[in-house]
């Protein structure tokens, strides 16, 4: 089976920089996803890492660490228009094929 | 732009009622997915298909819900009798398929109250 666990929410100074964890156990790892989702609004992709290491996008980076299974999404210079929920989703292979698993999402509220 | 549609955005029906919700992903994309998404939480996944087969529905509650995708192109996911805790977020996705590195594109989701 599969299981992600995330902070349910965090709070942050506009400005600022927030690291948002996500922790994973799957048994057919094939990459791990960041999404970002607005209130009421479909998930948008935000980065992608199959590998070990940073992926850096703008102000947006994502880090993972198979051996650890975790993975963190690091936001710079806070904006408020970040404040949404940010969903950890582990691509997973079994005997179905691939499937996506997402977390519950970390709601990020952004403050003046 | 190339974007997933999804119709209705809003549905409002009675307990025992049918339902159905319809989903038209990007072109040439073969994997579609269904979501459930209950506020608050991350989405659950519901049914894949890749082209008009059903890779995974071990999710689905197949006594009341089915889905299909007869062309291996749009989708429709159906629900009948509707019950109060299916109201819920149900978001469509799809993804070019295959074993690299596929990125989900999501549509705008439907969002069903059942009263």
């Known amino acids: 089976g599969q299981n992600i666990d995330q902070p349910t929410e965090m709070t942050a100074t506009e400005g600022a920089i927030v690291q948002i964890n996500c922790t994973y156990q799957?048994?057919?790892?094939?990459?791990l996803f960041w999404y970002q989702q607005h209130a009421g609004e479909a998930p948008t992709f935000l980065s992608y890492?199959?590998?070990?290491g940073l992926e850096e996008k703008g102000r947006f980076s994502s880090f993972l660490s198979r051996s650890k299974g975790y993975s963190y999404l690091l936001l710079k210079e806070l904006q408020m228009k970040d404040s949404a929920s940010y969903l950890c989703?582990?691509?997973?292979?079994?005997?179905?094929?691939?499937?996506?698993?997402f977390g519950p999402g970390t709601r990020l509220s952004v403050l003046p | 732009e190339a974007e997933v549609a999804q119709s209705p955005r809003y549905k409002i029906t009675e307990k025992s009622q049918a339902v159905a919700f319809w989903c038209d992903p990007i072109?040439?994309?073969?994997?579609l997915y269904w979501y459930r998404q209950i506020l608050g939480q991350g989405p659950e996944l519901l049914v894949q298909?890749?082209?008009?087969?059903?890779?995974?529905d071990s999710q689905l509650p197949k006594d009341r819900f089915s889905a299909e995708r007869l062309k291996g192109v749009d989708s429709t996911l159906k629900i009948q009798p509707a019950e109060l805790g299916d109201s819920a977020m149900y978001l469509c996705?799809?993804?070019?398929?295959?074993?690299?590195?596929?990125?989900?594109?999501f549509g705008p989701g439907t969002r069903l109250t059942v009263l």
């Open positions: 989703a582990v691509r997973d292979e079994d005997r179905h094929g691939q499937n996506f698993v």
């Open positions: 298909f890749q082209d008009e087969s059903v890779v995974d």
């Open positions: 799957t048994s057919g790892f094939n990459g």
């Open positions: 890492n199959v590998l070990d």
């Open positions: 996705a799809s993804s070019l398929g295959g074993i690299s590195y596929n990125e989900q594109f």
């Open positions: 072109s040439g994309h073969a994997t």
